[in-house]
């Protein structure tokens, strides 16, 4: 790993994070089986050489953030998706928060101490990683900075692929219901609600989203998980016997994104090439009239947002 590369370590983990761009999770690694759970894009050589310097090929507000996408896990905020103005302030795609450096307050083998102040919204966000066993726990506190009540977009986005996400593999969630995007054309009509696990296709097929297709099949899938029990999604290697489990509180983020682009999209930016899919935790719908973040912050009001990812392993 790069230098900038901030490592942590347990006996059960490994994980490297760029404080430098957005406090990206680049890689999340079991360390007995040596699986790392989280996407690489086709073009992380590519992404690497711009983080490090090299001039990028495009400044498009939404190409000039997927050249320099290397995978990994993000955090978007204060906007998540297209760009879009935020109480008056035009926010690019997927946020400030993932783009611009984040300070290092402290750093020990196995937990970290981070903090970033955005320009785009009067908001400080502190955050602590701790790996405690096979478990990644990461909280983030907001503070509202100003005098001004605030609602914007929060996410997180972790994307999982490689070695993991090969062989047959399983999702499963507490939602009970999935909303196809309505401004994305994927092989559900756009906008459909759908009961989980079954969702039915544009040409009246049942669909049981808990199945994965293996590598050499496609699948696009994008919209979003809600109507939860509990707010949980995991996804299991049955080949591996590994399962990456991820828990948040749905106080702020009632929502889950479901983007599955398992070698599917043959155009701009993927060709066919990326084998990955995310469950988001987020404050707000993917798109359409109803979008609203349920993220609101009065003035000089602070929220914490917990979330986990933990890995269980059977074949152990």
């Not at 790996?131 to 990461?138: E, I, K, M």
């Not at 989980?196 to 808990?210: F, H, N, Q, Y």
């Not at 599917?264 to 609203?292: H, K, L, V």
Request: aromatic content about 8%.
């Amino acid at each position: 790993m790069s230098p900038r590369t901030l490592d942590l370590t347990s006996p059960d983990l490994q994980v490297s994070i760029d404080p430098g761009r957005g406090a990206d999770i680049l890689s999340l690694v079991h360390r007995r089986t040596g699986v790392d759970a989280l996407f690489s894009t086709p073009w992380r050589e590519r992404a690497d050489a711009v983080r490090d310097g090299q001039r990028p090929s495009t400044y498009d507000p939404v190409a000039g953030w997927l050249e320099q996408y290397r995978g990994g896990w993000q955090t978007l905020c204060p906007n998540a998706g297209d760009p879009r103005s935020v109480h008056g302030a035009p926010v690019a795609f997927h946020g400030e928060a993932s783009v611009v450096p984040w300070q290092v307050d402290e750093a020990s083998t196995g937990s970290a101490r981070l903090h970033v102040e955005l320009f785009s919204v009067p908001v400080r966000i502190d955050r602590v990683i701790e790996l405690r066993g096979p478990r990644l726990h990461l909280a983030d506190t907001l503070t509202n900075l100003s005098g001004t009540a605030l609602e914007f977009d929060y996410s997180s986005h972790p994307a999982l692929g490689g070695p993991f996400l090969d062989g047959d593999c399983r999702l499963e969630t507490g939602a009970r219901r999935f909303t196809s995007d309505p401004e994305r054309e994927t092989v559900f009509d756009s906008g459909s609600e759908h009961r989980w696990p079954w969702a039915v296709t544009k040409s009246g097929e049942r669909v049981d989203l808990r199945h994965i297709p293996p590598r050499g099949g496609s699948r696009e899938v994008f919209g979003w998980l809600h109507d939860f029990t509990e707010h949980w999604a995991s996804v299991t290697n049955l080949d591996l016997g590994l399962t990456v489990r991820l828990e948040w509180d749905g106080t702020h983020l009632p929502y889950a994104w479901l983007w599955q682009e398992l070698n599917a999209t043959q155009q701009f930016p993927w060709y066919g090439r990326a084998r990955a899919m995310a469950m988001e935790p987020a404050s707000m719908q993917t798109s359409g009239p109803d979008r609203r973040s349920a993220l609101r912050l009065g003035p000089r009001a602070a929220i914490e947002i917990p979330l986990s990812i933990n890995f269980e392993d059977r074949s152990a």
